[in-house]
């Protein structure tokens, strides 16, 4: 099983902290909800990290997935569930290319920041989601928007070759071509401190320099986001 891994594997302190700050009004959660109910559903979280966010699924949803392949977020995974035991949470130990579950038995299936980085790379990823989902049912993709906000300036700052000024336009063609829209989302970071800044925001720019952290605005950053809704359709033929 292949996984790109992430630097909040090997510090889950930090990465604790990180998901704490991002997003605090879970303006997220809101909008897959109204995109797509989750009352009821059985829902797949696709690289579902340290499990922070399917377990607050799992208060809607009648059941969930957490699939995850790194055995290092899959450890912080089971230490979360050993001490919230969440008895309508099942983890999987995978990867998105290979999803150990039945054909269209799934109503809901969310990616926040994993697997889904809008290139042809995902498409074995997207392949298997349109397997297991059902007729009718949803895909929601959660990704960074770099064209706008705070953290999209920084991340054009501290990865210029990455983020270029077509980046977004790429990625809406890119999904818009695989048949899901596009809804833009303003959402905040908020960190605790100054002093946590640095070790917080180096989990997802490992690069980022002292000049960079000096020149950020203050301690609640914008966070411009994209969610890329993708509904199967219900003809099964
Ligand atoms: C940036 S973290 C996001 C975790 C979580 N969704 C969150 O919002 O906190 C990306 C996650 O995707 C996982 N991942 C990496 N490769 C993957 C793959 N091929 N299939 C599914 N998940 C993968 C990583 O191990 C990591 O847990």
């Known amino acids: 099983m292949s996984f790109l891994p992430y630097p909040g594997a090997s510090d889950p302190s930090s990465y604790e902290e990180l998901l704490a700050a991002s997003d605090p009004d879970g303006l997220i959660e809101r909008c897959i909800y109204r995109l797509v109910p989750p009352h009821g559903s059985t829902l797949l979280d696709i690289g579902a990290g340290s499990g922070y966010h399917a377990l607050r699924y799992a208060q809607r949803a009648a059941r969930v997935y957490a699939l995850e392949p790194d055995p290092r977020m899959l450890a912080q995974l089971y230490r979360r569930l050993a001490a919230l035991p969440t008895p309508n949470l099942s983890v999987l130990a995978a990867g998105a290319e ?49 064209s706008r906000g705070d953290i999209g300036a920084l991340a054009r700052a501290v990865y210029p070759a990455l983020f270029g000024p077509d980046y977004r336009a790429e990625h809406d063609i890119f999904y818009r071509a695989q048949g899901f829209s596009a809804h833009p989302l303003d959402t905040v970071l908020r960190l605790p401190s100054r002093a946590s800044a ?30 890329y809704h993708l509904k199967k359709s219900i003809k099964t033929a």
């Not at 960079?212 to 969610?227: F, H, T, Y």
């Open 98 to 146: 290979d999803i150990p579950l039945r054909d269209a038995s799934i109503d809901l299936a969310i990616a926040r920041f994993a697997y889904f980085l809008g290139t042809p790379a995902c498409l074995p990823g997207l392949a298997e989601v349109r397997r297991v989902l059902a007729p009718g049912s949803s895909l929601c993709v959660v990704d960074y928007d770099p």
């Open 198 to 227: 640095g070790r917080l925001l180096r989990l997802d720019f490992p690069h980022i320099s002292a000049a960079q952290l000096a020149a950020l605005p203050g301690l609640e950053l914008s966070c411009c986001l994209l969610v």
